[in-house]
């Protein structure tokens, strides 16, 4: 399978606590992303990082990408509890147009 | 207002039936999908859709037949529903064609086959 893979699967993290979270993919890729999903709910864009980018910020997220590992990170710093939820990241390559999410990881932020 | 809207939000059904899902999007996206989740949460495209033409469909059994009326709205019809079609499926819609932006998706519709 093409599909990528997160770990931890699971991570528990006090309020205000720093969490990090990593994905590794199979194949070369034109961008990553990363989507939020709260229990029962659709997923949330994150951030889009392309292939050409190692870093990109946006409020407490910080995603980085290394294509030579094909891996990605995504921290989140000062978390709240209010980040409770499952992150996945999403892979796509444009050649084929493939595109899969990976296992995701389920963050729980304890107050 | 709802960007991406699906319904039913509930779906139980007996082995055998068909049913359908609707989606529509407010947004003027060019772009619609399909997704299932399984149980695990692992998350797999199914259908894509750009301008009301099928783009992507995946190793998906051909009892999943995708619908666009218009470009504002993709319907799933399945035929002869399975245990394993139990699975909560999403729709999503993105402004441009292919994967190179932000997709939004909807609250997604929880299929259950008894």
């Known amino acids: 399978s093409q599909q990528g893979e997160e770990d931890p699967q699971a991570l528990s993290i006090q309020e205000g606590e720093n969490a990090t979270m990593n994905c590794s993919y199979k194949?070369?890729?034109?961008?990553l992303q990363w989507y939020r999903q709260n229990s029962g709910r659709g997923l949330v864009h994150l951030i889009l990082?392309?292939?050409?980018?190692r870093e990109k910020h946006s409020g407490r997220l910080r995603v980085t990408l290394d294509t030579s590992k094909k891996s990605s990170s995504l921290l989140i710093t000062a978390s709240r509890a209010a980040d409770t939820a499952s992150y996945f990241c999403?892979?796509?390559?444009?050649?084929?147009?493939?595109?899969?999410f990976g296992t995701g990881t389920s963050l729980t932020v304890i107050p | 207002d709802t960007a991406v809207s699906q319904t039913p939000k509930y779906l139980v059904t007996q082995m055998g039936n068909d049913k359908s899902i609707k989606c529509e999007q407010n947004?003027?996206?060019?772009?619609m999908y399909w997704y299932k989740q399984d149980s695990k949460k692992f998350l797999k495209i199914m259908f894509s859709?750009?301008?009301?033409?099928?783009?992507i469909n995946e190793t998906v059994p051909n009892r999943f037949s995708p619908k666009s009326p218009d470009k504002a709205h993709l319907n799933l019809h399945i035929n002869s529903l399975e245990l394993g079609d139990s699975a909560v499926y999403f729709c999503?819609?993105?402004?441009?064609?292919?994967?190179?932006?932000?997709?939004?998706f909807g609250p997604g519709t929880r299929l259950t086959v008894l």
């Open positions: 999403a892979t796509s390559r444009f050649t084929g147009n493939q595109f899969y």
């Open positions: 194949t070369s890729i034109n961008n």
């Open positions: 990082i392309r292939s050409n980018e």
């Open positions: 947004l003027g996206h060019d772009t």
């Open positions: 859709y750009n301008n009301k033409e099928l783009i």
């Open positions: 999503a819609s993105s402004p441009g064609q292919g994967f190179t932006d932000t997709q939004y």
